[in-house]
């Protein structure tokens, strides 16, 4: 695991938060945070998200795809299999959604989360928790369970995640 802030220069960070926190962004609703979870009983109201896939099935499914380059060009990716993300809302605690692997099919693959604002949300590996810091980036392998955060002190919590080769 390793977590680099300041991943992109300033101008293309601020170009991804601009547009994935613009009103006009086009996101869609999830029920489930970890597709077919039920979470438990009294977060069961808070199971749900927003997302944006930009990238499945070997194509881009995004308009938007392009402002994501610097992420990919820093990454040096052989290959993407999945990029999404994630916008979760505030909630009057922090809930800590499902470990999960993102896929489950590929052995051999790596996880990159990238923070796209500020807020006291996290991501969590075993007992390590990354906050969410704009501009940063947590690497990992892809075998990896994790889990994501809802945050208590912004409206929404964005990141981007990619899974690559």
Known sequence: MKVIDNYL???????????????EFPWYYNKDIIYGSAGLREERLNNFQFTHN????YTPNSSYFNILKPL???LDAVSILRI???????????IEYEKHIDQEKNVNYK???YYVNNCNGYTKIK???IFSKKNRVLLFEGNQEH??????????????NINYI
């Open 9 to 23: 220069n300033k101008e293309e960070a601020n170009r991804i938060e601009d547009q994935l926190m613009s009103v």
């Open 54 to 57: 930009f990238y499945s099935n």
């Open 72 to 74: 990919l060009f820093k």
């Open 84 to 94: 999404k993300s994630n916008l979760l809302t505030k909630t009057d605690k922090i």
């Open 111 to 113: 996880v990159a989360i």
């Open 127 to 129: 007992d390590t928790k």
């Open 147 to 160: 889990l994501g955060t809802s945050c208590t002190n912004q409206n929404r919590r964005v990141i981007i």
